[in-house]
């Protein structure tokens, strides 16, 4: 808690770090004439670079979706046009670390005793909270910026709670805004909760397995996935470790994230497919840092598609050379990850229009039947 209470002050209780770090955000925009600096210090894309193309944004978060996750003081949304959220979020690691060309676009300390290391180490704590500031109102305006035309805003739920209600009534008042829903592998009810969330406006399911602690492949991560894919609607899960081997090997991350983040390591997907083989299955991330598992597992099951959130140029060009560009999916993990970053990942990975056709859009039309 200590950590969670310094970490609100040092980055969340500011409308100024956003000032103070725009010398920093716009060396960003230098380096990479693509972008451009926004007035509260975020960065985007420039408009004519993709106003020619409908992209659909597939891996999203609101506050409202995670909301369940926080305990009751921290359930407070605050909608602020004018504060950073790259300064907030959990990636990169700190503005020195930027790296564009690496996985979540930041380079990973291994030393914990250092300004970075301690940075990091803060940030896996706080990055969360940005969450607070991820409002329904922020989000469109951050996908305006952006020229992103819809968003699928993912449901995360703890055992026996569920934001089920409130995000079906923010789909049903927002035509930009989908949903996948969201239900723990150890609830009690869960076919009762398949028949109640049939019964709104979804589009699919969502399964965390890092946040949840809970293995993708143990028996009641099995059992759920079964019941899901009886609804024939697509099934997201958040895949591969969430943080270099370098770095587990190191002090940085605590003994519970290290635990945490194997519970989707990549091959335990094999054995999740093999339950399934029927289910359309999207593996998010593209596996993060087990990157090097993801094509020949989506070679294996062809009923599976990837979304390239936090992935860079180059592993992206890797998969279309390898598997195409029917089966990759435009998304952001925002606003963990600043939007305008894996838009340029997908310009920079692809040569041909098709492909980037494919990637931002067609795609989601299709696996989101709109």
């Known amino acids: 808690m200590f950590y969670q209470v310094l970490c609100h002050h040092l980055f969340l209780d500011t409308g100024q770090s956003g000032n103070s770090w725009k010398c920093q955000h716009q060396q960003i925009v230098s380096n990479n004439p693509e972008l451009l600096l926004c007035e509260n210090g975020d960065i985007k894309i420039k408009e004519d670079l993709v106003e020619r193309y409908e992209i659909i944004d597939m891996h999203c978060h609101i506050f409202s979706g995670l909301s369940q996750l926080f305990p009751a003081f921290l359930q407070k949304e605050k ?8 300064d907030m979020s959990c990636f990169p690691f700190s503005i020195e670390l930027f790296d564009l060309n690496k996985i979540y676009f930041t380079k990973c300390p291994t030393k914990l005793f250092s300004a970075d290391g301690i940075k990091t180490r803060i940030k896996l704590f706080s990055g969360a909270l940005v969450l607070n500031y991820a409002t329904v109102d922020r989000l469109v305006m951050d996908m305006d910026a952006n020229h992103i ?6 449901q995360i739920n703890p055992p026996k709670k569920s934001c089920a209600k409130v995000m079906d009534n923010i789909v049903k008042n927002n035509d930009r805004l989908y949903t996948f829903a969201s239900i723990h592998p150890f609830d009690d009810n869960i076919l009762d909760k398949i028949d109640n969330y049939m019964k709104m406006d979804i589009k699919g399911w969502k399964l ?17 996935l079964k019941e899901l894919a009886k609804t024939k609607l697509p099934i997201m899960s958040c895949s591969g470790i969430g943080l270099p081997q370098e770095m587990l090997d190191s002090a940085v991350p605590t003994k519970t994230t290290k635990k945490e983040v194997m519970t989707q390591h990549l091959p335990k997907f094999e054995k999740v497919l093999n339950c399934i083989p029927d289910a359309t299955v999207i593996l ?4 993060c840092f087990d990157f090097q598992y993801i094509i020949d597992l989506m070679k294996k099951f062809p009923n599976t598609y990837t979304d390239i959130s936090i992935q860079p140029a180059a592993n992206i060009k890797k998969l279309i050379d390898e598997i195409g560009s029917d089966r990759i999916l435009f998304g952001t993990d925002y606003p963990f990850v600043t939007q305008a970053f894996s838009i340029l990942s997908v310009l920079r990975a692809t040569g041909d229009e098709q492909e980037r056709i494919n990637i931002l859009g067609k795609n989601a039309k299709k696996l989101l039947r709109i």
Do not use: R, Y
């Open 149 to 154: 035309e819809k968003a699928v805003v993912q």
């Open 79 to 86: 909608f602020n046009k004018d504060v950073s959220l790259m």
């Open 208 to 224: 965390n397995p890092h946040i949840w602690g809970v293995p993708i492949d143990c028996d009641e991560s099995i059992t759920l």
């Open 284 to 287: 998010a991330h593209s596996g």
